[in-house]
Every structure is written in structure tokens, then in C-alpha cells.
């Protein structure tokens, strides 16, 4: 089956700080990846969707000069959290479909729990 | 946009019992509904989905039902053990995903 796999799954870093999260689509390409952010006990939030080779496109609320994101291939995106701060301490999963199946179903990776100090 | 509502937002069950949780959506364009799994800690897992042209999906003790007239959506865990207890999210997708709010099932041995 597709794999996502997210590194690395835990990271603590001092405020002010950034820290990159990688995805990589393992066994796929895909176009298009998701990058989400998820507070205890609460659904997934939608922060930005990564496009190979041109820029993501940032839902409304969030930094896009915070949450810096790189899709420079078809198998892998980065989200760098720039000046971390501890409000930004949160669980970031990314996601991604097989760009050859069409509306298939988005794979998940198992997430990076960030704490800012 | 579309808009999935899930209900309800907590589930406990006996062991052995059945698991129903529902969903429902706006948009009439959606034609994807995907169901996952996330475990504490760990993120959403796929474990059934349905698209549009079919009405009812089984996968062992997991089905999944869809009534596209009524725009809602069902999953149903029959026999449920323990290692069922986790977050679960729908889904409803056209171009874009949309999810559910989470139902967090316990199963109680």
C-alpha cells in the first residue's frame, strides 16, 4: 500500500528557533501534499496544500512567512516553522494522494509532535 | 465549501458490541468518503472507503454505508475489540478533503 513517511516524529527546539519537518511519499508521486495541524482531541486543520514546483497555497489564518513550505519534488515536501515559538508547539501531520490514481485516497504520515521551549 | 458534520463526538461499547458512527455532508459534488483511523499519537490510518456509484462497502467486521439522496454516510465496526478504540474520522471529498470532527470509540473488555 502507499506509505508516507514523515521525519522526524518528535522534535523539541528552543523559541526563537526553526525547525523543518520532512514528507515523503514512499512508494507514489504525488502532485499535490497536505499539511495539517492538530490539537488535542481535535480534528485536522488544514494549514496549506504543497504543489511540486510552484508555491503552496496557505489557508486563510496561517503564516505562510511562519510555516515555510517546500515541494521541490514529486516524492517529498518540507514545513519549516520559522522563529518557533511555544504557542507553536502543536502535532503537524502531512498527507499526500498518488497523483496517477486521481481522486484516491489521501495517505497520511504519522505526524511530528513539535514543543517549543 | 462543503461542510461534514460527525456524530457523536465520544462512543463507548462493550466489548463485542457494534460501533455506528455517522456522518453527514453538504456539498451534492462530493463523491469520495473516505474513513480513518488515528491512534494516539500516530496519524489517520485509511481503513474503508466508497465513492459515489455504490451504495453499501464491507471489509471484514468494518462496512461502511452511503445514501446519496440524504447526504450522510456510515460507518459501522461489528464484533468490536479493544484495539478498536481510537479517533476516527469521515471525509468527504470532491476536490478538496473535508473531515469530520473525530468520534473517539472505546471499547470496554
Known amino acids: 500500500g502507499a506509505v508516507v513517511s514523515q521525519h522526524p516524529s518528535r522534535v523539541i527546539c528552543k523559541s526563537g528557533t526553526s525547525v523543518k519537518i520532512e514528507c515523503r511519499s514512499l512508494d507514489f508521486q504525488a502532485t499535490t501534499m497536505f499539511w495539517y495541524r492538530q490539537f488535542p482531541k481535535q480534528s485536522l486543520m488544514l494549514m496549506a496544500t504543497s504543489n511540486e514546483g510552484s508555491k503552496a497555497t496557505y489557508e486563510q489564518g496561517v503564516e505562510k512567512d511562519k510555516f515555510l513550505i517546500n515541494h521541490a519534488s514529486l516524492t517529498l515536501s518540507t514545513l519549516t516553522v520559522t522563529s518557533a515559538h511555544p504557542e507553536d508547539s502543536s502535532f503537524y501531520i502531512c498527507?499526500?494522494?498518488?497523483?496517477?490514481?486521481?481522486?484516491?485516497?489521501?495517505?497520511f504520515g504519522n505526524g511530528t509532535r513539535l514543543t517549543v521551549t | 465549501g462543503e461542510n461534514v458534520e460527525q456524530h457523536p463526538s465520544t462512543l463507548s461499547v462493550q466489548e463485542g458490541d457494534s460501533a455506528v458512527i455517522k456522518c453527514t455532508y453538504s456539498?451534492?459534488?462530493?463523491?469520495?468518503f473516505p474513513w480513518y483511523k488515528q491512534e494516539l499519537g500516530k496519524g489517520p490510518q485509511l481503513i474503508i472507503d466508497i465513492r459515489s456509484n455504490v451504495g453499501e462497502k464491507k471489509d471484514q467486521r468494518i462496512a461502511v454505508t452511503l445514501n446519496k439522496t440524504a447526504k450522510h454516510f456510515s460507518l459501522h465496526i461489528t464484533e468490536t475489540q479493544p484495539e478498536d478504540s481510537a479517533v476516527y474520522f469521515c471525509?468527504?471529498?470532491?476536490?478538496?478533503?473535508?473531515f469530520g470532527t473525530g468520534t473517539s470509540l472505546t471499547v470496554i473488555p
Open positions: 456539498d451534492s459534488a462530493s463523491n469520495y
Open positions: 471525509a468527504a471529498t470532491g476536490n478538496q478533503f473535508y
Open positions: 498527507s499526500a494522494s498518488d497523483r496517477l490514481r486521481g481522486n484516491s485516497p489521501l495517505h
